[in-house]
């Protein structure tokens, strides 16, 4: 071999090693570079499925990364960018990962500041490293039971007053039966407890029918009139008492299509509350027209009226401005709620207007129902 053919072979073999030292190289490199676990594959099919299921679902890696999240999931706020939460269900989830198996929780989150939320969660291993998490919003089941549970012990508390009183008012008389006077007084006392707890039990009657959408009646033609009339009538007696001028202004032909016991109620309420927080010597009025395709009618009043702060209040179950007053005025705090499930389940609604000192106009919008109108659909 003569020498140039030597270093062209010793130039072959170093290529050759370099080469294989660059490739050598590049793979440690790629080899260090990778990432230590493959994204995991979602099973075939079972994305499928999760879009078809009610509930929101969640896919968690084996490094906690939400791997795929549904719509709701996101909304719902059990995900934020890669992660879900909160801890507990994160807790949960670990949980399952380490044994395998199903887990149900009820979890509260607070999507927003000053809001709660309630969600059902079934966590669950999907494949060997991916975890299921399905969602169920709940919120709107945990406040009806909160209410629920509140009107329950409201209802048992506001019974507990007058039903104590009459107790009391029962050994008074025992005690006073060598006095007339007093058996007459307290007699006359008892009178007023056991009609207010009348008026109360009927109240949580009518609202709970309500509530259940129970309608009491057939729907009917009702004239508007006639609904103010009565009302006015209910409370003729009240107003003497106090001097109360009860003033209507009704247009003649105007009618509604409803429940006529709720509707009765209704207006009754409001002509009663107008009467009951107004001075002696003061003026009702009780006015009603056509507005479009619309019948307002208002009770106004120049009573107490209502702090600007109470008025979206005034309407819940059991609300009264001001309880010490409501001991004497016999209220139950229900009438206006009443009066509100009743616009409601008749396609109105019901507006107020309050000044202190200067009094209060509550407004039944109600559709107005045309006997013209009613033939030309049928
Ligand atoms: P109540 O049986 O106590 O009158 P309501 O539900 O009818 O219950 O009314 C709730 C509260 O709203 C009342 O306790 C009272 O404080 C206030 N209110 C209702 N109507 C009037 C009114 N016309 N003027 C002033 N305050 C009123």
Known sequence: MNTSAGILIAGAIGAVIGAMLTYLWRF????????????????????????????????????????QASAPAVAMGIVHEDR????????????????GQVREADISLQPR????????????????????????????????????????????????????????????????????????????RMHTESERLTRLVQQIIDLSRLQNDILSDEAMTIKIGELVSEACEHSATDAEHKDITIATDVEPELYVHGDRAQLHAAVSNLVENAVTY?????????????????????????????????????FERFYRVDP????????????????????????GTVEVWSEPGLGSSFTLVLPAFSAELDEEQS
């Open 28 to 67: 440690s490199e790629r080899r260090q570079n990778a990432i230590p676990e493959p994204t995991p594959v979602v099973p075939p099919g079972a994305e499928a499925v999760l879009s078809v299921l009610s509930s929101s679902a969640v896919l968690i890696d084996s490094s906690d990364t939400v791997v």
């Open 84 to 99: 879900l939460q909160p801890d507990e269900l994160m807790t949960l989830v670990r949980q399952v990962r380490r044994d």
């Open 113 to 188: 500041r000053g809001t709660t939320s309630y969600i059902h969660a079934r966590v669950a291993p999907l494949s060997s490293r991916l975890i299921v998490v399905l969602a169920d919003d709940r919120t709107r089941e945990q406040r009806v039971e909160t209410i629920r549970r509140d009107f329950v012990a409201n209802v048992s508390h506001e019974l507990k007053t007058p039903v104590g009183a009459l107790n009391l008012l029962a050994e008074a008389v025992a005690e006073a039966k060598d006095d007339p006077e007093a058996v007459v007084r307290f007699s006359s």
């Open 278 to 314: 107004s001075p002696k010597g003061s003026k009702v009025s009780v006015s009603a027209h056509l507005d479009g395709e619309d019948v307002r009618l208002t009770v106004a009043d120049n009573g107490i009226g209502i702090p600007g702060g109470e008025l979206d209040r005034i």
């Open 324 to 347: 010490a007053r409501a001991r004497t005025t016999g209220g139950t705090g229900l009438g206006l709620s009443i009066v509100k499930h009743v616009a409601a389940s008749n396609g």
